[in-house]
């Protein structure tokens, strides 16, 4: 396989850091706009032969501000969309709290067994990721991918390289507009970075 970027999308109008989006195709707001130009800056040196991108604008977007200065198209993949939250969408976790109390314990105890309310169970969302590393067998040892997407599908895509349970997804914290690298190779995969903010500034 390859040397993975791993970016989460900017923040969106909707308040990504407070709020719930999942299926919910909300748009960057200013500052996230500002915050993938500064992705775009801090990744110009890097020779990307590939960019993959949920298909979700925050995602897109992000995508398409970093392509702008590698001559690629943005390939937007269904499989990198965030978890379909359902009637969860567009909640505070305090709100959650109050009207699915059940499904929050679930939640916070990271149960295989979750289903959000109208939306998606965990293991349909667990099994559409997956699909996603079907993709990265087509490529080549030396080649560099950007992957542009959701909180939820990075932490757990990191999971399916790395080789560790699943359950640990939730221990793997994914800042908007990080940067995170995976080195992959036919022994497993390493974790070379993690989380990066560092180009963010004084904005973080």
């Not at 719930?20 to 200013?30: A, F, I, Q």
């Not at 032969?49 to 993949?77: D, F, K």
């Not at 030396?142 to 399916?160: D, P």
């Amino acid at each position: 396989m390859s040397r993975l970027l791993l970016v989460r999308h900017g923040d969106t109008e909707l308040n990504s850091r407070e709020r719930y989006w999942g299926h919910t195709d909300v748009k960057l707001s200013t500052a996230g706009l500002r915050q993938a130009e500064k992705l775009r800056d801090r990744l110009t040196a890097e020779k990307i032969n590939v960019i993959y991108s949920s298909e979700l604008q925050r995602a897109s977007v992000t995508a398409e501000i970093i392509a702008s200065r590698h001559q690629l198209n943005v390939i937007t993949c269904a499989e990198l969309r965030e978890v379909n939250f359902g009637k969860m969408e567009g909640l505070t976790f305090d709100e959650v709290s109050q009207l699915y109390p059940e499904v929050t314990k679930m939640w916070v105890e990271g149960n295989p067994r979750l289903q959000y309310p109208g939306g998606e169970s965990l293991d349909e969302f667990n099994k559409r990721v997956s699909k996603f590393l079907g993709r990265l067998e087509n490529h080549a040892a030396e080649e560099t991918i950007l992957i542009v997407a959701h909180n939820g599908v990075l932490r757990t895509l990191i999971c399916y390289l790395l080789g560790i349970e699943l359950k640990h997804r939730w221990q793997i914290r994914l800042n908007l507009a990080s940067l995170s690298i995976v080195e992959t190779h036919p022994q497993g995969a390493t974790l070379t970075l993690l989380n990066d903010v560092s180009h963010l500034g004084w904005e973080v």
